[in-house]
């Protein structure tokens, strides 16, 4: 199973590898709330993850629910009993190995950065460029 967890380890989780859909989402209502230009999430059964310690809760939208850690701020879980009863999204960069779980879709594509449709066009360097 693979596993995870926020910045400072206060909270840790274990989720199953085979997941009902995993995407990377560009809405902007994830880049507010974590300030990454794309959040990837891995959407599975609430039952089949186990949590160690406990998130804070933020009531982003009417029934979205955000779930972080309250010590280093990490963004973990998103929950919304209206859109997907009993499961809760993992944002699967979270996890310890985050490339375990294959991509499947890039949702709300409508809401994408400008730059982010030609990220692949730009020079990539594999640490920190000397200046």
């Given at each position: 199973?693979?596993?995870?967890?926020?910045h400072c380890g206060a909270i840790r989780y274990e989720m199953p590898g085979e997941v009902a859909h995993h995407a990377a989402c560009h809405c902007t209502d994830c880049r507010r709330a974590t300030g990454a230009p794309l959040v990837s999430w891995a959407l599975t059964s609430a039952?089949?993850?186990r949590i160690e310690g406990t998130p804070r809760v933020y009531a982003s939208?009417?029934?979205g629910r955000r779930h972080f850690c309250g010590d280093?701020?990490?963004?973990?879980?998103?929950t919304n009993e209206v859109i997907f009863p009993g499961m809760i999204d993992v944002?699967?960069?979270t996890l310890d190995d985050p490339g375990e779980i294959p991509i499947q879709a890039q949702i709300q594509t409508a809401e994408r950065i400008g730059w982010m449709a030609t990220l692949h066009e730009l020079p990539a360097?594999?640490?920190y460029?000397?200046?």
């Open positions: 199973m693979p596993k995870g967890q926020c039952e089949a993850i939208s009417e029934h280093c701020g990490t963004s973990l879980f998103y944002q699967s960069a360097f594999e640490r460029p000397a200046p």
